[in-house]
């Protein structure tokens, strides 16, 4: 199929303007290879890797030329400074910063022509992100899945836009075709975290896909409770926090209002596909 070009696609070389969000637990090298090999790009949290060797190894690994991101948190995180060297050392082409000041990974990322996007969920934090050299941002919009902004993505994303020219990503309920068609409208490309949690490669459980298959956007709740910071989980699954052994994110499980546009597990690949495709038919159906 014909590519899609916009800010994003020519600043990563790729087909479409879809990104796979990183998401803690959930994101794995099958899911990124099949996303990539559809033509759009995944993140991975440096995280999801139990140590600083096996994030190595999945770097050694990684098939070269194949675009790939990882997402790197900021704030609170002991393993940053090894990460980053990793990173640095193998040119991972994307990585995306959460929660923290982004100036020396910009630093060292740009220094190999790497990309680096900041993920904001306001004004203040977008004009941190642009002068710290930023080169795109991550509009986390209210109803996303994991730590959501509250200001609704029909706003953000062509807020932050105009007020500081980067390139945006839309992110907060993205899951269809049509949904990209309005993406593509409002920023530059879609940032797609909770559809791609129900997909036949994603790392989260069988029961935990099928919690997400049954939800709809009342089941989810926005709450600080989990982690300090607003995130948003499926409902049910909250009233295991506090429980012997349970654990945030493995056994709290987020999700976000897209839950609402589902009803499948499909390859990622195939959704990607899919979003495509169904980009394609909104657009020529618009009035
Ligand atoms: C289960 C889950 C885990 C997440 N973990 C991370 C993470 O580790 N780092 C991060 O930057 N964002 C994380 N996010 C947020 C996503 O990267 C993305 O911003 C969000 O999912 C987009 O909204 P959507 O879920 O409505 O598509 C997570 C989201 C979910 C649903």
Redesign the pocket.
Known sequence: MERLETAITRMLGIRYPIVA??????SNRPLLEAVARAGAIGLI?T?NFRDHAGYRRFLEDWPAGLPFGV?L?LRHNPRLEEDLEATVEHRVPLV?T?LGDPTPVVESVHAYGGKVWC?VVNLKHARKAAAAGADAL?A?AS??????GAVSPLVLAPWLRRETGLPVLV????STGEQMLAGLALGDGV?????F?ATRESGASEEYKRALLAASPADVVYTPEVTGVAANFLRDSLERLGQDGARP?KDV??????VALRNDLPPAGELVARLVAGYRRAKAALP
Not at 171 to 174: L, P, S, T
Not at 253 to 258: K, P
Request: no cysteine; net charge neutral; aromatic share 10%.
């Open positions: 969000a990183p998401m803690f637990l959930v949290p995280l997402n948190i995306v959460s993920d991550v986390v109803g996303a899945g994991g730590h959501a992110a907060g309920g993205v940032y797609v975290g909770t559809r949690i994110w499980w987020s999700a976000g209002h897209g």
